[in-house]
């Protein structure tokens, strides 16, 4: 059984870098345990009486379900806030509602816009504040993702990963997750759609950009993508496309990999968009819908860790 491995009061995850890498690498392992107590029904429900708040200002699928099924499988109970029926919808300040719903619930998790909405929540709260997505970082989808790879590759330590696409999000926690696993990360990018220059710079001993897939993905033994057009970025869809095109991540692409490439998306996938249909249904390389079953454990593990268990 893992021990414990937090051992200060009050923990947030508003990026990756609110973790230490023992503490990331501990909380993929729990995940892995707890992921294969859940497979022969030993699962404990360590979280009875518990309340996971969850706040959600853009849709979800994975997110929530995880969270909410996790919550439940683990004896607690998670609550669906959504700004449409709170009084977040009606402006009341988040200060203030960090400071309502913190002293109710024991722990948060919030999709939101703004990167600093997330921060001004998490510094008025009273329990941890978890971030479920926001426009710069998705840092619960790299749990997942790394746990995924150390179940079907090992570590990712040392190993190459190609980012294809958008420098959105997902891309700047990969660059976050290099930094702190440390691999090597290479990024293909459309000119105008690169991730946060400063963050590039902070990490320039492990992050290359590049403007061209089939050098990125050389030798890679991990290749991501994402949408084009994130959440927030609809009426910007066709001319994404238009950006974007010669970034699909494909078989073709693929050939430039290491013979034992691991294909991920986080989801949803838009077929012969950013992915080929055939290649995302591929089994040889793509691990999509363990990456996504994933979100589960690796969020069960992460709730315990910032509860102290
Ligand atoms: N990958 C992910 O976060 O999916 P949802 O938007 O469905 O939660
Ligand atoms: N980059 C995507 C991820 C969706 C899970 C978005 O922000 O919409």
Redesign the pocket.
């Known amino acids: 059984m893992t021990t414990s491995i937090n051992n200060s009061p009050l923990r947030h995850l508003l990026t990756l870098n609110d973790l230490t890498r023992k503490e990331l690498e501990g909380i993929v392992a729990h995940a892995i345990e707890l992921k294969s107590a859940r497979k022969q029904g030993k699962e404990q429900a360590r979280l009875n009486g518990k309340v996971l708040g969850m706040i959600f200002e ?1 849709s979800s699928t ?2 929530r379900v995880s969270f909410e099924a996790g919550m439940a499988q683990l004896g607690g109970h998670a609550l669906f806030l959504s700004p449409s029926d709170t009084q977040l919808g009606r402006g009341e300040p988040i200060e203030d509602s960090a400071r309502v719903i913190s002293r109710m619930v024991d722990v948060i998790m919030i999709r939101t816009f703004e990167q600093e909405k997330l921060e001004a929540f998490a510094r008025y709260s009273q329990v941890p504040v978890i971030n479920a ?1 926001t ?1 710069d970082f ?1 840092p619960c ?1 790299l749990l997942a993702d790394i746990q995924t790879f150390v179940e079907h590759r090992g570590e990712l330590s040392g190993k190459t990963v190609a980012w294809v696409g ?1 420098g ?3 891309c700047q926690s990969y660059i976050n997750a290099a930094a702190l696993l440390d691999f090597k990360l290479n990024i293909a990018c459309p000119k105008g759609y690169e991730p946060d220059a400063e963050l590039v710079a902070a990490n320039k001993a492990r992050v290359t950009i590049t403007h061209s897939p089939a050098e990125a993905v050389t030798g890679a033994h991990l290749v991501v993508t ?2 084009w057009a ?3 970025q609809e009426e910007e869809k066709q001319q994404r496309e238009q950006a974007f095109s010669g970034f699909q991540v494909n078989h073709a692409l693929l050939a430039n990999a290491a013979d034992d490439v691991l294909f991920m998306h ?3 996938a838009y077929r012969e968009l950013e992915v080929s249909a055939d290649l995302l249904e591929d089994p040889r390389y793509s691990v999509v819908w363990d990456e996504a079953e994933n979100r589960l454990h690796a969020q069960k593990a992460l709730i315990l860790f910032l509860l102290g268990y």
Request: aromatic share 0%.
């Open positions: 853009k994975r997110t997505l426009d998705h989808q958008d959105n999000n997902m994402d949408t994130s959440m927030g986080c989801l949803p």
